[in-house]
């Protein structure tokens, strides 16, 4: 099956700093990947939609120069929390959708990020 | 804009017992719907889709309906298990994205 990695699956930052999260497809292209952010004991919230060489489509509310999306090759989406601060604290969730496979797409393990 | 209700919120049973999540949603344009398990601090795992032409999806224990016209999708699980306790998401895939209801957080009791 398809097999999306995510990088790191935990961080710690302080406060100020940045953080990048990486997102992969293994063994299939992507040409659509999305952002999610999940609250203790919520759902997922999609964050944004990143196309392969185009600016990401953000969700309203989401701030487009706070996360950085950056989907440079058809296998790798990145987001990067600028001057993360600790309510930036979540868990962030990727998702692929195969090139081939119209709409269906396949998560990432997720990735906890917390800012002290 | 897609709205994902899922009812009950909670759920607690004996082991044994069958069961029935809810899920509905307010847009009958979907291209499919899916139903994921999350254990606690985990990603998600994908436990049935159902394209918007199909009825129900069937695996091993679990079987999910759809019923687009009244935007509506149950899953059943046959028989539960302490090991079946987790949170269960539904999702609708629409033309560029995929909500998410809130989900059911079930508890099977040994």
């Known amino acids: 099956g398809a097999v999306v990695s995510q990088h790191p699956s935990r961080v710690i930052c302080k406060s100020g700093t940045s953080v990048k999260i990486e997102c992969r497809s293994l063994?299939?292209?992507?040409?659509?990947m999305f952002w999610y952010r999940q609250f203790p004991k919520k759902s997922l919230m999609l964050m944004a939609t990143?196309?392969?060489?185009?600016?990401?489509?953000?969700e309203q509310g989401v701030e487009k120069d706070k996360f950085l999306i950056n989907h440079a090759s058809l296998t790798l989406s990145t987001l990067t929390v600028t001057s993360a601060h600790p309510e930036d604290s979540s868990f962030y969730i990727c998702?692929?959708?195969?090139?081939?496979?119209?709409?269906?797409?396949?998560f990432g393990p997720g990735t906890r990020l917390t800012v002290t | 804009k897609q709205e994902v209700t899922q009812i009950p919120a909670a759920l607690s049973v004996p082991e044994g017992e069958n069961l029935v999540l809810n899920c509905s949603f307010t847009?009958?344009?979907?291209?499919?719907l899916q139903w994921f398990r999350q254990d606690p601090g985990k990603g998600l795992t994908s436990l049935l889709l159902?394209?918007?032409?199909?009825r129900e999806q069937t695996s091993g224990r679990l079987n999910a309906s759809l019923d687009k016209s009244s935007g509506r999708s149950t899953l059943y699980i046959a028989a539960s298990q302490p090991g079946d306790s987790a949170t269960y998401l539904c999702?609708?895939?629409?033309?560029?994205?995929?909500?998410f209801g809130a989900g059911t957080r079930l508890t099977v009791k040994p």
């Open positions: 998702s692929a959708r195969d090139l081939y496979a119209s709409y269906e797409q396949y």
């Open positions: 063994d299939f292209q992507a040409t659509t």
């Open positions: 990143s196309n392969e060489g185009s600016k990401a489509t953000y």
């Open positions: 847009d009958s344009a979907i291209y499919n």
């Open positions: 159902i394209q918007s032409s199909q």
């Open positions: 999702a609708t895939s629409g033309n560029n994205d995929m909500r």
